[in-house]
């Protein structure tokens, strides 16, 4: 079994009343009592915390009790003796773990009196070990030091991940060793690892009462384990999906694609997955990803930087590339299939085309037909315009490129036929239809626009890929200058539901998704 455990950080014995109540009503399945975050800690207030929280929580919710050592991450530096007090009182009085730091345990003297505590009761000793600069030099030899130390004792490893590549060791440690063990990464680049603890077999993971308790970097909340993430139904069969950006905080896919694998009862999580260190990172995740089938991935999400790498790393690979993703050159999915053998293939695919599409026609009322001989203007040359330049272009549009970089914009015209200008030649926009395929706009730089707001008309429509928010500061102009908009929100659930059918063969339901973003986006 796999504990979601719930750290109480409190600051005193009320406070710390409060946090066990909010854990236990929110499921927790284990507390963790940080004591070094008491103020004017003692022996006795240790005590008083230790049987509060036992009386709320209940026998069937088991105890970690720790002080941790300052060095080690300890919120308040008190002294040793004080400290080893409160762990043996601990297990006097019940607790189920103590965590203790390896690197103190290895003194005799420490050692010692620990021991003496443990021979006395029935709990468990956890010796935790921790890197909070980066990942070990050699996770698998500091797990085998602890083993040798002390063969009863649970090791904990937690290290920083500086890119989710760094991840993989963990999950290799998880997926080799028998018997109890706690790995995890910090950091936004190793929030996977603690999602995906349950699916490895650790014994615990943990998760904050909300954004602000947490008591380590990049911790999930409790309600985004339970809800979000699925922990409770989540087993070694869950497949695993993600979407692969940079940055991915922002991404709503995780709210939408979650709540459709639950809703078609699949058993599925779906994660935000950052993948920093352009080609060369995104090359390496998948390399990782790909040589360990055991993990369960079969499908990614693709954006912002990454469209043209992926289907670069698929051709490398020799897998299958869908006619359309290669005329436009973009990836926004990647689906790891099964095959007759043990062997795995990867497939690549491209749904922003017809997504951005049926938006832009629905929003204008008209067919695909009406697209004819329409002057349109695409502010922006990366893997979106692309896919939205090939729609329009062979809709039989009059397609003008704007982008920063002439050159990015010459090369996409020439592809697809059309024209291009740099942003100065803004002044002489004349367009039916405006499509921003930029991230200018996007959440958290909100107050940024891409195109001038005198340029905006009525009679024109626009159209902003962008979907946090819904109502850009773009679209915001453009409706003070009459123009119709269209916002993000319609092409983004578009290509989402031909992303989850190419992931489950199985159809997501249109209003399920519309109304998760616009839940999450409020």
Not at 302 to 321: C, E, M, N, W
Not at 344 to 366: H, K, P, Q, S, V
Request: glycine share 10%; with cysteine; proline share 4%.
């Amino acid at each position: 079994m796999t504990y979601l455990a719930v750290p109480i950080s409190a600051k005193n014995a009320a406070q710390a009343a409060e946090q066990v109540r909010r854990a236990a009503a929110g499921g927790a399945e284990m507390l963790e009592l940080r004591m070094d975050y008491l103020e004017g800690l003692t022996a006795d207030l240790a005590k008083q915390v230790l049987r509060q929280t036992q009386a709320l929580a209940g026998e069937a919710v088991p105890l970690i009790v720790t002080c941790r050592d300052a060095r080690e991450g300890g919120a308040i530096d008190y002294p040793e003796s004080l400290r080893i007090e409160i762990l043996a009182m601990a297990l006097g009085e019940g607790a189920g773990f103590i965590d203790v730091e390896f690197v103190n345990f290895q003194r005799l003297a420490f050692r010692q009196r620990i021991e003496s505590a443990l021979a006395q009761a029935k709990g468990r000793l956890i010796l935790s070990t921790h890197d909070f600069a980066g990942p070990f030099d050699d996770i698998k030899r500091r797990h085998h030091d602890i083993v040798q130390a002390c063969p009863a004792a649970v090791p904990k490893l937690v290290c920083t991940a500086n890119h989710i590549n760094d991840c993989f060791v963990a999950f290799d440690l998880l997926h080799e060793v028998d018997g109890d063990c706690i790995v995890l990464c910090m950091g936004q680049a190793g929030l996977i690892s603690r999602v995906l603890a349950k699916e490895l077999g650790g014994l615990v993971t943990f998760a904050s009462l909300d954004e602000a308790s947490g008591t380590a970097p990049g911790q999930v909340t409790l309600d985004a384990f339970k809800g979000l993430y699925h922990h409770d139904s989540m087993d070694r069969e869950t497949e695993l999906f993600g979407v692969i950006a940079d940055p991915v905080g922002h991404s709503l896919s995780p709210a939408i694609h979650n709540a459709c694998l639950a809703d078609k009862g699949i058993n599925g999580v779906y994660l935000p997955l950052l993948v920093q260190g352009g080609r060369e990172g995104l090359f390496g995740f998948l390399d990782n990803v790909l040589s360990r089938p055991w993990l369960g991935f079969r499908g990614f999400s693709v954006t912002i930087p990454h469209k043209h790498s992926a289907l670069d790393y698929v051709r490398q690979k020799g897998g299958f590339i869908e006619p359309l993703a290669a005329q436009i050159g973009a990836a926004n999915t990647l689906v790891i299939e099964r095959q007759a053998t043990s062997d795995e293939r990867l497939g690549a695919y491209n749904t922003d085309y017809a997504g951005a599409l049926d938006a832009i026609a629905d929003g204008m009322g008209i067919s695909r037909e009406g697209f004819r001989c329409m002057p349109v203007a695409v502010v922006g040359a990366g893997g979106v315009a692309r896919a939205i330049v090939a729609g329009l272009t062979d809709a039989g549009a009059k397609v003008t490129i704007y982008n920063r970089t002439v050159e990015r914009a010459e090369q996409l015209a020439a592809d697809f036929g059309c024209v291009c200008a740099g942003l100065d030649a803004f002044s002489h926009l004349d367009a039916r239809l405006l499509v921003n395929c930029t991230s200018i706009g996007m959440h958290p730089k909100v107050d940024t626009t891409p195109v001038p707001p005198e340029l905006l008309k009525s009679g024109m429509a626009v159209f902003d890929t962008v979907y946090n928010p819904a109502e850009t500061l773009l679209l915001k102009h453009a409706k003070a200058a009459g123009a119709r908009t269209i916002d993000g929100i319609a092409m983004f659930v578009n290509q989402a539901l031909a992303q989850f059918h190419l992931f489950t063969t199985q159809s997501a339901d249109p209003a399920l998704m519309r109304r998760v973003v616009l839940d999450s986006l409020r």
